[in-house]
RNA sequence: GUGGGCGUAGCUCAGCUGGUUAGAGCGAGGGACUGUGGAUCCCUAGGUCGCCGGUUCAAGUCCGGUCGCCCACCCCA
């Protein structure tokens, strides 16, 4: 063997039960932002660099240290993504959605970059599922959007407490830091290190230093939701209303701040304790002028993301492999060409299933019929309908049944001599080991 | 970017203060068992001991470097 290239350091193959993990999160989260009326989108992974110096701020760690940046051939200088919302909104803008939609709401799914330390819950190509939430002023919109991100957590099994803040809007936030810079430089002496460098590049990210003297002197410090302009405090107000008739629990939490520049009014965050210190599980908030910034209109938005590999940590070991499908064996080589009918009859069956549930066009079909009766050939349908294979190989029959089983079918349809010479099937059912027959002149129609 | 821990078979790990041919369990493949799986027993395959260099008569073991993994800081979803 010549030698073997590794993969790079903190990008992962996604492989087995955590593959599983990804394709449940995928599935759950497209079904129910659907269902709240959002259109599943598929955006750049490339874009260029100064998209997010503009849009996270040219003082977060993320574009000062964290970004994968190049120049192309064309000397363009671009980017991997490192968050979704910037490419979302410079989407909208340049296809100029705006005129013909009156809002618009999007959702993705895909893979960011950034370039930092891997750890539990973080590394450097990572997946994040999505929201964006185009034209919505009103703080019903931040209700639903909070509620759609609950209920995406609830259906995956994710206990995640929720987090909300008003970190205000540009007219009022300046006057906060502004006496936020003053009684934290009054106390500088004794923060922290990277408090004392947070305080000259970002001083709201003081406020959630996890140094436990750094706590105690933001306990003192002044709050944000004193500081309100009339707009963001009745905002705020009316967006806890909602989430108390939507009966959604959360906790006010005047230090939370996010990490990127862009966010105005509202943020939250729904947190787990399994995680270790990566905890934040799904993140997000208002962004209402992030698109006039881009150069876009004055359209107000929000949106959230979800680390989809931390809630695949957080739902792994709730997986359980069941059995699943259905294998033909066929004892020797020559019953293969049965086999194969048996195989294309089959599979072909569950098509007609999938139009009978929506129209009632049944009773053409004999077998059809005699499934409704028949609890075991119905649930043994049910199985075909989710997996049909062929084996690979031939080989001693205690071997083909031991390949069914460690590949967690649910059933085995075996095929010998007797089979093809009266022209049926033997359906095993490998969990409870009972046998039973089907007539092929039933699936021949 | 910083700090701590760790790299031996597909997986989990033994391998003493350097000493002959590198071990176990699980898993994989085969057999005992030619129309019926999960148990038991037997057999087999699979390792440049992460990689490079150094010290030594001798390195899986000691030293340096490097790459990767895990965890934490930082940062964030």
Not at 187 to 214: A, G, I, Y
Not at 367 to 390: C, G, Q, T, Y
């Amino acid at each position: 063997m010549s030698s073997k290239i590794t993969k790079v350091k903190g990008i992962y193959d996604i492989l087995g039960k955590e593959a599983k993990a990804f394709s449940l999160i995928e599935e759950t989260f497209f079904k129910l932002t659907k269902l709240f009326g959002y259109e599943r989108v598929f955006l750049p992974i490339l874009e260029r660099e100064e998209l997010f110096v503009r849009s996270v701020g040219d003082t977060t760690d993320i574009v000062e240290k964290e970004m994968y940046t190049f120049e192309d051939k064309g000397k363009r200088k671009v980017a991997l993504r490192p968050e979704g919302t910037a490419g979302a909104v410079r989407a909208y803008i340049e296809n100029q959605v705006f005129l013909s939609e009156s809002y618009t709401k999007w959702s993705y799914f895909g893979e960011m970059f950034r370039y930092e330390n891997p750890q539990a819950g973080r590394r450097r190509q990572f997946y994040q599922a999505g929201c964006e939430y185009f034209n919505a002023p009103l703080p019903t919109a931040d209700g639903e959007l909070i509620y759609l991100a609950s209920w995406i957590l609830k259906e995956l099994r994710v206990n995640a407490e929720l987090y909300i803040n008003n970190i205000g809007c540009e007219k009022c936030r300046p006057r906060y830091k502004a006496y936020l810079i003053d009684y934290l430089f009054s106390k500088k002496e004794k923060l922290c290190s990277d408090c004392q460098k947070r305080l000259e590049r970002n001083p709201l990210r003081v406020l959630d230093c996890k140094n436990p003297t750094c706590r105690d002197i933001v306990e003192e410090a002044p709050n944000i939701l004193d500081f309100l302009c009339e707009e963001c405090k009745d905002h705020f107000e009316k967006l806890k209303e909602i989430l108390d008739i939507l009966k959604i629990p959360y906790k006010v939490d005047p230090f939370l701040v996010r990490g990127l520049d862009y966010y105005t009014k509202t943020v939250f965050e729904f947190k787990v304790n399994s995680l270790g210190a990566q905890n934040t599980v799904l993140a997000g908030g208002r962004y209402d002028n992030l698109i006039k910034e881009l150069g876009g209109p004055d359209i107000p938005a929000l949106g959230f993301a979800m680390g989809v590999d931390r809630v695949a940590l957080c739902i792994l070991n709730l997986l359980e492999d069941k059995r699943e499908g259905v294998i033909i064996l066929p004892f020797e080589e020559k019953y293969i060409p049965f086999a194969l009918k048996v195989f294309k009859l089959l599979s072909e069956a569950t098509n007609i299933l999938e139009k009978i549930e929506e129209e009632i066009d049944t009773k053409k079909f004999l077998f059809v019929k005699n499934l409704m009766e028949n609890e075991k050939l119905r649930n043994f349908m049910i199985e075909v309908r989710n997996r049909i294979e062929l084996p690979n190989k031939l080989g001693k029959i205690k071997k083909l049944f031991n390949l069914a089983d460690k590949k967690n079918f649910a059933y085995a349809i075996v095929i010998g001599e007797e089979e093809v010479e009266k022209n049926f099937i033997t359906i095993k059912n490998l969990e409870t080991r009972e046998q039973f027959n089907l007539p092929l002149n039933m699936l021949e129609v």
